[in-house]
């Protein structure tokens, strides 16, 4: 059974809070992905490779053209197809392998990608397909990278699906090819996948730094760069702390070292950065990005300004996952907007030392936001809900204005730019009827 | 001519969807309803994003969770009974379905003697999603359903019909159906009944279990009916399990009601099991679908189609703009089926379509067709699952005389708009 690579440590950052491993899930009280979907995620994001999933239909059928991962790869954009073998009963039986070697061979054929990923699920897991072995061959046959991704839904969440699929990437790619030419200002960006455009608010701000983005993890990625990952000078962990692990590992291997930022926010922008040339240790570049910052922020205030004269003194909750607890909240409180709680279910303590950090001493911590923001609504007073669908019933009975933040978002609200998108976004649902037109009573319940 | 068989060794952009995802549905359109899914925890947490972005609405769902400890050493009893516990600490539902994923079926896990082992009524139904497809994913499950909670009995309730639609009907197109029935003054109970519980309404209720629906009474009392009217190709199956509890219930069946002829033969149908007339609004509509197919003739007729679907949701559209002298020109199937058949269609994917893209005049597909008909510049017409990006699709209606000249009048408008 080719299944995921014990020696790789499992914990992850919950683990730290004593909790435990999250990777056992709960039966009957989850909604969570699976590791499969972690590893998708992670590395979807390569629009010059084909990505394979070898398994039944469920995997792929219900999740091809979800994300929007922008890229700038000219040609077709792999991102936006869906492969798979879509095994069947005989498969099962008799083994998938001679099936996922045809299917290879049918996209090289066809489709001519720069690699092919091959990810096995639970089911092509289970059965014992040697995943490695076809893909090894081919490789030869084809003369492309074939990677095998060992992320079956099973062994647990979405995180350490990203982190597998991060490392099968690092064993298989990471240091196959060497670039053209070395900057001292080489970086690789980790964990950033360039949802709705996100990476692209900032890297050119980088470039002009000079700071070269050498290779990403995954956002508008190239196989042919992060085969040539190994000679960057830093590793930037964009808010996923999933690929700490990967990073972790890089410096061990190619003495390559880490710093973790994000880019939501004026604030957090800024800090990011500052705390990437200051990694660099470059005292002109210091120099350059402190001006540049100054420039920056300067910019985006002027813009800002119609919107916080608006936002400003208005109250927010904000029931969203993960990073975004924080994050949102920064980029929020950036527009004036007072964020008078924030959930914190499913936070790390990492994530919840920065929420409270934010919002300071009065800001509430929903650890069960379900039950705890209508009532917190009514007792700030808050005039906005931030959370994902299933609370627009809670805003429209308390009749205060809704923005969904979980639904995949069609616009970037990334670094200095994107600031200004959530702030039209804000304004739109704070100025709009619908939610008091909608809370109304009907004449037969007066 | 036989649908002919996908012959490639994988699925590009596929069209195809599960069986779990087709019992996940059938579940929903059942009242106060918790689907469970065991397996892994990522195809439901797939589902539920899937169909909460297809509706619009909070789609019920839970996992057994199944990790590779788990996965590997036991039967699975102890995963679900261990669900079950932590669902009804917050709920309390009336029925579990309980259904399986291509990782159980694979381990061998025995869901009957975990289901007996349970003290709420549960249903257990197996849809390994390497076999068939949505639409038999939902017909098991109704089957089961069936099989599982309908009281045998040899009594007949004069007037009482059961109606089993096929997992593409919209919630208005199904109440619409239930309507024409009663309006023949017959009594009429639908299995799955969805046009309650998906049909786009703000529900008080957030997510935890279906709203609406079939009741699980009225499951139990489905043998008392007179007959049972099956709609599609997948359904037919489903009317020899209810038989089963009550011989001499009289099972109809159409195979679609897309059009004037078969709208025509299933008011036929509910004229002789009734012995009424049809109500003036129904005579009205069928005088409007007369109208309806001589105004948009001219635009829809002569157009080479592109229909790409579940084949029990394209055949009476298909049916339907054949009326108005449209010709299918490219017709793509899910999965095998007798309806795609009768379309001379075939089973494929997205990556077909666009291989018979030339010559396409219209594409009538799901949210997946966007890009195809983009890139080939030919308007579309956005119809099944998904339908991402497109709000109302709950109050589509494309059946019976009302629904087939909304639904001309739909394709006839966007041929005209973008050409
Ligand atoms: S849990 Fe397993 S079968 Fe389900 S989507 Fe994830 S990898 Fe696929």
């Known amino acids: 059974m080719q299944l995921a690579d014990k020696s790789i440590d499992q914990t992850c950052a919950h683990v730290a809070s004593k909790k435990p491993a999250c990777s056992r899930p709960t039966p009957g009280a989850t909604t969570g992905g699976c590791a499969f979907e972690g590893a998708q995620i992670a590395l979807f994001p390569y629009a010059d490779a084909a990505h394979l999933v070898h398994g039944p239909l469920t995997c792929l059928g219900a999740s091809w053209e979800t994300r929007e ?77 074939v990677v095998p991704v060992h992320a079956p839904g099973f062994v647990g ?122 990694a660099l240790g470059d005292e002109a570049l210091m120099e350059r990005t402190k001006a540049l910052v100054a420039r920056e922020e300067a910019l985006v205030e002027a813009k800002l300004l119609p919107f916080k004269t608006k936002l400003t003194g208005k109250k927010a909750v904000l029931n969203t996952g993960g990073n975004k607890s924080w994050s949102i909240a920064s980029a929020l409180q950036d527009l004036g907007v007072e964020v008078v709680g924030t959930s914190v279910r499913k936070a790390t303590e990492e994530d919840k030392e920065k929420a409270r950090k934010y919002l300071g001493e009065n800001g509430v911590l929903m650890e069960n936001p379900g039950a705890e923001q209508a009532n917190l609504i009514k007792e700030r007073g808050a005039h906005l809900l ?44 704070i100025e709009n009827p619908v939610f008091d037109v909608v809370g109304r009573r009907a004449p037969w319940e007066q | 001519m036989g649908a002919i068989m996908q012959t ?15 019992a996940t549905l059938a579940f929903l359109g059942v009242d106060g309803c918790m689907p469970l899914m065991h397996g892994a925890q990522g195809c439901a947490s797939f589902t539920k994003v899937f169909f909460t972005r297809h509706f619009q609405d909070p789609i019920a769902i839970q996992t057994t969770a199944v990790t590779d400890i788990t996965a590997v050493l036991d039967g699975g009893a102890k995963g679900i009974a261990e669900a079950v516990e932590n669902i009804t600490k917050k709920v309390n539902p009336a029925l579990i379905g309980l259904f399986t994923t291509g990782l159980t079926e694979t381990k061998g896990d025995d869901i009957k003697g975990a289901a007996s082992g349970l003290s709420l009524p549960v249903v257990y139904v197996n849809t390994p999603d390497y076999e068939g497809a949505l639409e038999s994913g939902w017909a098991l499950s109704v089957s089961a359903m069936i099989t599982q909670l309908t009281t045998p009995t040899a009594q007949i309730q004069k007037g009482k019909v059961a109606l089993l639609p096929h997992v593409g009907m919209s919630a208005l197109e199904l109440e619409r159906l239930k309507e024409c029935i009663a309006s023949f003054g017959l009594s009429v109970v639908a299995l799955p009944d969805i046009s309650l519980s998906l049909d786009g309404h703000l529900g008080e209720k957030q997510t935890a279990l279906s709203s609406g629906g079939t009741t699980v009474e009225e499951i139990k009392e489905l043998g008392t009916c007179e007959a049972v009217i099956t709609v599609g190709a997948s359904m037919e199956g489903c009317a020899k399990a209810l038989r089963a509890k009550n011989p001499a219930i009289t099972p109809l069946h159409v195979s679609h009601l897309g059009g004037l002829v078969a709208t025509d033969s299933f008011i036929a149908m509910l ?149």
Not at chain 1, 390 to 415: H, M
Request: hydrophobic share 40%; net charge neutral; glycine share 10%.
């Open chain 1, 69 to 145: 991962t922008k890229t700038s790869v000219e040609g077709r954009d792999f991102t936006q197809m869906g492969f798979t073998t879509g095994m069947e009963l005989n498969d099962v039986i008799f083994g998938g392998e001679p099936r996922l070697a045809k299917a290879i061979a049918y996209i090289v054929e066809a489709y001519a990608p720069e690699a092919v990923f091959v990810y096995t699920t639970c089911v092509s897991a289970l059965v014992g397909d040697d995943v490695n072995a076809t893909c090894k061959e081919a490789a030869l046959t084809h003369g492309i990278p």
């Open chain 1, 157 to 278: 969440s979405k995180n350490l699906g990203s982190r597998l699929g991060a490392m099968d990437v690092l064993k298989n790619l990471i240091g196959t090819k060497e670039p053209q030419f070395s900057t001292p200002y080489d970086i690789n960006l980790i964990g950033e996948y360039n949802v709705t455009g996100d990476m692209w608010q900032y890297t050119a701000l980088l470039e002009e730094l000079g700071i070269r983005v050498l290779s990403t993890l995954s956002g508008d990625g190239r196989v042919a760069k992060i085969r040539t990952a190994h000679r960057a000078k830093l590793n930037v962990i964009v808010c996923a702390k999933s690929l700490n692990a990967v990073c972790e590992r890089m410096e061990k291997e190619y003495g390559i070292p880490y710093i973790s930022v994000s880019f939501y926010g004026k604030r957090d922008t800024s800090d990011a950065l500052l705390q990437i040339a200051h």
């Open chain 1, 386 to 429: 931030l959370a994902g669908g299933r609370s627009l019933y809670t805003a429209i009975k308390q009749r205060v204005a809704f923005v969904d933040v979980n639904q995949e978002k069609k616009v970037s609200y990334g670094a200095y730019n994107g600031l200004v998108n959530l702030a039209h976004d804000v304004i739109k649902a």
């Open chain 2, 8 to 22: 490639k060794p994988l699925h590009v952009n596929p069209l195809k969807l599960s069986q779990p995802m087709g």
């Open chain 2, 271 to 419: 004229m002789s099991l009734s012995g009424n007339a049809p109500t003036p609004t129904l005579k009205r509509w069928r005088a409007r679908l007369q109208d309806a197919l001589l105004d948009t003739h001219e635009m829809v007729g002569g157009k080479n189609v592109a229909l790409i679907g579940e084949p029990d949701e394209i055949v009476g559209y298909g049916a339907l703009l054949q009326e108005a002298g449209a010709k299918l020109a490219c017709v793509i199937g899910a999965t095998s089926s007798t309806n795609l058949e009768s379309l001379g269609g075939v089973v494929g994917d997205f990556e077909d379509l666009e291989h018979r893209m030339e010559g396409i005049d219209v594409v009538i597909g799901n949210f997946h067709a966007k890009a195809i008909a983009k890139r080939f510049g030919v308007p579309l017409v956005v119809r099944g699952f998904p339908s991402w990006g497109t709000v109302g699709g709950a109050l589509n209606h494309s059946v019976l005389y009302e629904g087939g000249a909304q639904s001309l009048f739909r394709v006839a408008n966007v041929c005209e708009k973008d050409h």
